[in-house]
């Protein structure tokens, strides 16, 4: 089955969802259309709240596409490929509409990042989380900003020095990256679409207020995320 990236607009509920056959990884065409997706959402205003899931019923996301990542042969590229997060990253914490994150696997480096900018995050207790990137010698250093301003500086610290090692879904949800955890994807969809339905028939103007607030002091990220995009 080939990559996709696809919004569904329902009563005010843009449902976005992304897939790749080799564990929802996230080539820099998928990160672009990601980024332009959530863009376009949060601009559109038929939408009023945002559903961020992925494809499959097995691993959430497995971050960055490894394919691309042995491919970098200079700084540059390197450059131009972690902007991709950067971007998405950006696009997530600037979109005026709450995003509700659906959990329901595995979530590997970018995967993780991509959980942390979403504003409430579902899961399922099968969720287990890791930043594998220094085992493969490099680091977390653009989804860092989001992961350690969502779970703290100490958890994040741990996730990116144990880099082998898979922390779980409780382990995750007590340390503020989760809000919920479910025994199934069944339970666990029953509960994003009643929170999503309050949110589609709330106050905009409120939400997109909060939604500041949350974000506040994440300003100089367009500069900061680029910068590390580069390290």
């Known amino acids: 089955m080939k990559e996709y990236v696809i919004i569904n607009t329902e009563k005010g509920i843009g449902t976005i969802e992304f897939f790749h056959p080799h564990s929802n990884s996230l080539p ?13 959402a949060g ?19 497995a971050g960055a596409s490894f394919d691309e990542l042995i491919s970098i042969e200079d700084e540059n590229q390197g450059k131009q490929f972690f902007s991709g997060f950067a971007n998405l990253i950006n696009a997530a914490r ?11 696997g595995k979530a590997v480096g970018g995967g993780v990042g991509m959980a942390s900018v979403t504003d409430y995050c579902f899961a399922t207790k099968y969720a287990s989380v890791k930043l594998s990137e220094l085992a493969i010698g490099i680091g977390p250093f653009v989804v860092g900003p989001p992961i350690e301003r969502k779970i703290g500086l100490s958890a ?19 340390k503020g ?9 069944e339970e666990m969809d029953a509960a994003i679409l ?37 390290m």
């Open 28 to 40: 820099s065409h998928v990160l672009s259309q990601l980024t332009e997706t959530i863009t376009e």
């Open 43 to 61: 601009e559109n205003d038929e939408v009023k709240v945002i559903i961020l899931r992925s494809g499959g019923d097995r691993t959430f996301c």
């Open 94 to 104: 600037k979109c005026p509409k709450f995003i509700i994150g659906r959990v329901q």
């Open 156 to 174: 994040f610290s741990q996730l990116t020095i144990n880099a082998t090692e898979w922390q779980s879904a409780q382990w995750a949800k007590e």
């Open 177 to 185: 990256l989760f809000a919920e955890i479910y025994e199934s994807a």
């Open 194 to 230: 009643t929170l999503a339905k309050k949110l589609a028939s709330s106050n905009p103007d409120s939400m997109r207020g909060l939604k500041q607030v949350m974000w506040d002091g994440t300003d100089h990220w367009d500069n900061l995320l680029l910068k590390r995009a580069a």
